[in-house]
């Protein structure tokens, strides 16, 4: 299943409330598992920009190695 940044938010907001509510939380609610999976996902974003700028510039010095054998 693949969420959308409004549908993250409104994980995230439920969770914080339910983070918040301590020992009154939701019988049964993983609040530190569903944190820790929204943790993982806000690093694999960080990842994917990472390796997008790498292909970017990657691409880019292929692109200036080709004009400059070309020649």
Do not use: F
Request: proline content about 1%; aromatic content about 2%; charged content about 30%.
């Amino acid at each position: 299943m693949i969420l959308d940044a409004n549908q993250l938010a409104s994980i995230r907001q439920q969770n914080d409330e339910e983070l918040r509510r301590g020992s009154r939380a939701t019988h049964g609610y993983p609040a530190q598992t569903i944190l820790n999976l929204l943790h993982t996902v806000e690093a694999l974003k960080k990842e994917k920009k990472k390796w997008k700028k790498l292909a970017q510039d990657r691409g880019k010095a292929l692109k200036t190695i080709s004009d400059i054998a070309s020649e």
